[in-house]
């Protein structure tokens, strides 16, 4: 990672609670603009977004819904018990997961090929392989699939937390309102702060919508030298038709594509073609978007707050130099803006 992405977070400026919990309304976060062709900052809150975009926009949301991919469970003796991270559903029907012993080192509980892992007298998994390109997670096989794991994940799960978050929220905190198809690991967080009614404004305004699927993985391996690889998981990605002729359709009236969340960017960045031109696609993609990605799908994004050296901030400088997004987020961190899944909003356009 470059020099300019590793500033200083301070820990109060970590967002350990959703808005709602806080006394602002889910819709009332802080917005940070950053204009691409002047590179001017501004100030803004978030239910004033309709100020920053014009009729005949598109924002493109990803509808996925978050799973509570926290597991706890222990081999059969009981001796060995850890927390299961899902991070991603294979085409196979099996799950890559992050694996984290209870006790001690997380990665030192004998893990190894051949472990079941019990969760309930109903659902149980068996460990099958170390994956060869993410060596910290594992292969496991449910004995229950489909809708009936999906509904035992529901029973048993929890949202996956990180330690700058101050209590397990339920599940419902993180979710979009938007959200239908459940297999996001962690939360597609750029879209939370939207409400149906500043859906409803912005649709009267004029600004059009579109959504496409892409099932979110792990944001951390909880292994910094790992983490700092930013190596990516494949991730599941649907563009419909529906949703490709929209954006088609946005370009050729000379509207603005708004991808809401780098989850868009990677999904139809993967899925357009050299001369711009989106298809409706069901993939996996691994791609990694810097500064020497052309972008062809996209005009604008409006995401999170990233932490110092994490890979999303690559992404940004697809859309703006990289002494520019250093220099907003120095601007970010002295005006207060928080950080992470519950905290302030950046929109780049």
Known sequence: MSAPFSFTLPPQLSAKAPPERRGVARDRVRLMIVDRQTFDVEHSRFDRLGDFLRPGDLLVFNSSRTLPAALEGCEASGETCMQVR?????????????????????????????????????????????????????????????????????????????????????????????AKEPGSAEMPSAGRAFTWKLLFELQRQGIETAHIVLHTGLSSYMDDDLDAQHLASEEEYLITQETAAKINQTHQAGGRVIAVGTTVVRALESAVDKSGNM???????????????????????????????????????????????????????????????????????
């Open 86 to 178: 899902l991070a991603e559903h294979l085409p196979d029907d099996s799950w890559l997961a992050l694996l984290l012993c209870q006790q001690g080192d997380p990665f030192a509980c004998g893990l190894r090929s051949g472990m079941q892992i019990h969760f309930s007298s109903q659902l149980c998994a068996l460990v099958e392989e170390r994956d060869r390109t993410i060596p910290r997670l594992w292969k496991l096989r449910f004995s229950q699939s489909g809708t009936d794991l999906i509904d035992a994940l529901y029973q048993l799960g929890q949202p996956i937390r990180y330690e700058y978050v101050s209590a397990p929220w339920d599940l419902d905190y993180y979710q979009t309102v938007y």
């Open 279 to 349: 298809q409706a696609k069901h993939d996996y993609t691994r791609l990694r978007i810097t500064q020497d990605h052309k972008l062809k799908a996209v005009e604008g994004l409006l995401t999170g707050l990233h932490e110092p050296e994490a890979s999303h901030l690559d992404l940004l400088t697809a859309f703006l130099p990289a002494g520019v997004i250093q220099s907003a987020y120095h601007e970010a961190v002295q005006q207060e803006y928080l950080w992470h899944e519950f905290g302030d909003l950046n929109l780049i356009l």
